[in-house]
């Protein structure tokens, strides 16, 4: 059955950096184009960023362009979002998507705290 499954997540300072991980689990994640969604405590949820198949487009939302890279090892079947210069309001729970749909499936997301 298909599965997404997210790491990388914790509890860090404003200012600092995480990687977050996304990995598949029985299909292959080379055909798929990869989104990163989000939800604060008492928020919607929103999308952050999504990365085609192959890698070479990448789209983000304004709140995270310049502090925010997504990429993949298609080799390694992983998608990656890199996150630098974070601030309190980026806490929220990360969650991987095939497609950049947030219909199609999830994780269980993993959570980022950014706090001092």
């Known amino acids: 059955q298909l599965q997404l499954v997210e790491s990388g997540g914790g509890l860090v300072q404003p200012g600092g950096s995480l990687r977050l991980s996304c990995a598949a689990s029985?299909?292959?994640?080379?055909?798929?184009?990869i989104g990163w969604f989000r939800q604060a405590p008492g928020a919607e949820r929103e999308a952050v960023s999504c990365?085609?198949?192959?890698?070479?487009?990448?789209k983000y939302t304004d709140s995270v362009k310049g502090r925010f890279t997504t990429f993949r090892d298609n080799a390694k079947k992983t998608v990656y979002l890199q996150m630098n210069s974070l601030k309190p309001e980026d806490t929220a729970v990360y969650y991987c998507?095939?497609?950049?749909?947030?219909?199609?499936?999830w994780g269980q997301g993993t959570q980022v705290i950014v706090s001092s």
């Open positions: 998507v095939t497609d950049c749909d947030p219909l199609a499936a």
């Open positions: 990365i085609s198949s192959s890698g070479d487009t990448t």
């Open positions: 029985g299909f292959n994640l080379d055909y798929y184009g």
